[in-house]
């Protein structure tokens, strides 16, 4: 289980990542505000997803 855990927070820590990568990039290039707000969002909901699955994870090897 903890094994499971720890590859579930690392692939929400580099999915995170990359969204939050291909966001700056929309911001920069002109026309792609939409995309850019999108991908933002969707960063923020992997980032919460990411920090939950971390305070599971502590919680579980801690006992």
Do not use: C, K, P
């Amino acid at each position: 289980m903890v094994t499971l855990l720890t590859i579930l927070v690392v692939l929400g820590l580099l999915a995170t990542l990359g969204t939050l990568f291909a966001g700056m990039l929309g911001l920069a290039r002109e026309g792609a505000g939409g995309l850019s707000n999108t991908l933002m969002r969707w960063r923020v909901l992997l980032q919460g997803a990411t920090i939950a699955l971390f305070a599971l994870l502590l919680l579980l090897t801690r006992s």
